[in-house]
Structure formats: C-alpha cells, structure tokens
C-alpha cells in the first residue's frame, strides 16, 4: 500500500513538473504578431522595454 501511495505521489509530481515546462514555452510570439502589437500599442501604457523592442523592430524594416 505505501508503494502504491509513493508511486501515485511520485506520478502526480512528474506530471505537474512537465505541465509547466510546457506551459513555460508554449507562448512566445512570432515577428509578424510582435509587429501587429505594436501597431497596436497604447503608448501611455506601454512599459519601457516594450516601446524599445517596437523601436527596435520598426528600424530594422
């Protein structure tokens, strides 16, 4: 029975560190989309480094 416990203990602990290893790269944007965001963006609401990455890829085209 305490083998049991540990292996399922064991499992759930596994399964928790992966689902967040995938969440932690799932998300990253492409140029394309970075580009249209800062088209968007609300420069009064916009952090510092936010509004150097838009600088930067507006030079660059």
Do not use: V
Not at 4 to 33: E, K, P, R, V
């Amino acid at each position: 029975m305490r083998n049991l416990i540990s292996a399922l203990i064991a499992s759930t602990f596994a399964f928790a560190s992966f689902g967040a290893l995938a969440a932690s790269h799932g998300g990253a944007m492409t140029d394309a989309q970075k580009m249209e965001a800062c088209k968007k963006m609300d420069e009064s609401k916009a952090d510092d480094k936010m509004k150097a990455e838009c600088k930067k890829m507006m030079e660059k085209k």
